[in-house]
């Protein structure tokens, strides 16, 4: 919806932000207590973060974690930022499950991890546990854990990497004992 009033800029507003004001009690020449015209402003600043985060999500999958901290950096207000991707989540434009899958599936290309590295990498892009655990379980129902842990060893061999050292890499890599062990055997 488009706000003009009598002094200032135009600006939109998306009627889901109001808090105060019935959407109906818009329309030309109406006039609002100072609460009612700070419900209004506050849903333009909400629809203005939509829009900023709707162009990052435009590019590239985003976490909710790490699309809150690009709006903050562009001096957005949190409360504004919160509603916002609240409301990208619920029109199924945001989803810290579809960014850790698509993470997964870019990761796998370049890099050979396995399951404990993975999980640390989605942790600190702020992606829960529970959907960490899942994205994870997906991605190796596709791609073994066991397979990429022979991958990261292949690597190591080729960078003539001492066989002492192969382990150690490999448990920084993040994979459990037994793929380790698995791949070493099949080497």
Known sequence: M???VAEGPAFFI???YLLRVAPDAICIGAEFAEADN?????AGFCYAAERKAAAYLARAEQSRFMLTKKLLAK???RKYVESALDYLENVGLLSDERYARAWLAARKIHHCEGRTRLASELASRGISQHIARYALDKF????????QCMRALEKCLRQNISNEKIYARLVRLGFSQKAIKQALNEQ
């Open 75 to 77: 001096k957005i207000e």
């Open 14 to 16: 998306r009627t889901d």
């Open 2 to 4: 488009k706000i003009a």
């Open 140 to 147: 190796f129902e596709e791609y073994s854990e066991e397979a």
């Open 38 to 42: 700070d419900d209004i402003l506050d």
